[in-house]
């Protein structure tokens, strides 16, 4: 056994490289579309993740505001092997209506459980959840549709495989906060030593702040990959003590402005690997995923966060057979990568977020409170 591959037992990243894109999109099979509207009151949209092939999947549900559609159908239990997309939406719980969109636009290409002799005789089954952005743009009517989230649909179809996934206050993510900062989508992925790769999506849009109140530098920075250089893979501020206060102070204004308004949010993420999991992995995967999760946000899973993770396996990537010994343990190193890609693109959703102006003042992001050098390409 290798160092690299005892490396994750101890809690470190040392020999571990990023995909080509560091994004979900290194997973073969899977691919990303957006779809944002932000003015006239909107400040919402979609995202779809896509399996045109087919993939397993699983789910893990710790938030205690959730607004989800079609978890049932992942339970390990459950009938239906494969699923071909997953919707995350803003918009709350009115979000889950625009997923039926996903569900016609798959129709249209019968993907589906076939259900009739006809090519386009399926239902597609489209697991889906929403974040709370209800209002942020103005108008609380304002809120992803199924046309929405079928345009987001065909820009995954579009999506070259392998494309890097934009990241940033975009898609789903377009109206999103995280600790009274805009937050947004991002996305990070790893190469284990054995050619297995695990990445995550993630739509940050939490109670809780991904930053550390003493350094305002992300919880979750630790877990950022190393290039040979040994600089990490994002650049990050090193705020003075002064810097610190004033944010501090700016923050601490921004509640007492805000302390009228319910504190409504919820996280989601998709981890994805093409290590050829069994459902009830894929199950554990996206449990395991939550630690990841708890690493970049604190508070998190609170009775008003509806946080929430799936899991995908398009396969493709052997894995040892169930019977033999070896299997747990190879199993376990996909769950571990899977927590630290999950915490990696919550760091990269913070510091991708881009700030605007909303009806009810200014919506500051991350890389707006201090300054920083642009972040530089993906590490390889």
Same mark, same amino acid.
């Given at each position: ?270 981890? @994805?690997?093409?290590?050829? /999991? !069994? +459902? *009830? ?5 996206? =449990? %395991?995923?939550? $630690? ?44 571990? @990568?899977?927590?630290?890609? /999950? !915490? +990696? *693109? ?5 510091? =991708? %977020?881009?700030? $605007? ?24």
């Amino acid at each position: 056994m290798t160092t690299s591959d005892l490396d994750w037992r101890l809690g470190g990243s040392d020999g571990l490289v990023a995909g080509p894109t560091n994004s979900i999109a290194d997973v073969r099979g899977v691919r990303v579309g957006h779809a944002s509207r932000e003015g006239d009151g909107w400040l919402t949209g979609n995202t779809v993740l896509l399996a045109p092939d087919g993939a397993r999947a699983g789910v893990d549900v710790r938030g205690g505001g959730p607004a989800t559609r079609e978890t049932p159908a992942l339970d390990p239990t459950a009938l239906v092997e494969t699923i071909h997309a997953v919707s995350l939406s803003g918009g709350s719980a009115y979000g889950l209506e625009s997923a039926a969109g996903v569900m016609l636009g798959l129709e249209d290409r019968g993907l589906g459980v076939p259900v009739g002799p006809g090519p386009r005789d399926v239902v597609p089954v489209v697991p889906a959840a929403s974040i709370f952005d209800l209002g942020r743009g103005g108008d609380v009517h304002a809120r992803p549709d199924p046309g929405l989230a079928r345009e987001a649909l065909e820009a995954a179809f579009a999506a070259e495989p392998g494309a890097a996934v934009q990241q940033g206050s975009v898609g789903a993510g377009t109206g999103a906060v995280t600790g009274l900062m805009r937050g947004g989508v991002g996305s990070a992925s790893v190469v284990l030593p054995g050619g297995v790769t695990v990445a995550a999506l993630v739509v940050l849009n939490s109670l809780g702040s991904p930053l550390d109140p003493r350094t305002a530098v992300p919880h979750g920075a630790s877990a950022l990959l190393r290039r040979p250089d040994g600089s990490p893979e994002i650049e990050l501020p090193s705020p003075t003590p002064d810097q610190v206060r004033e944010v501090r102070q700016r923050i601490s204004d921004e509640i007492e402005r805000r302390s009228t308004l319910k504190p409504l949010n919820t996280t989601l993420a998709v981890v @994805a690997t093409d290590a050829d /999991l !069994t +459902r *009830a992995e894929l199950t554990r995967l996206a =449990a %395991a995923s939550h $630690t990841g999760m708890a690493r970049a946000i604190r508070p998190v899973a609170t009775l008003s966060d509806g946080d929430v993770v799936f899991s995908l396996s398009p396969g493709g990537a052997g894995l040892p057979e169930a019977a033999t010994d070896a299997r747990p343990d190879a199993v376990n190193h996909v769950l571990s @990568a899977g927590a630290d890609a /999950l !915490t +990696r *693109a919550i760091v990269h959703a913070t510091c =991708a %977020a881009t700030s $605007t102006v909303t009806p009810a003042g200014p919506l500051v992001a991350y890389r707006d409170l201090f300054p920083r050098r642009p972040t530089p390409p993906p590490p390889r």
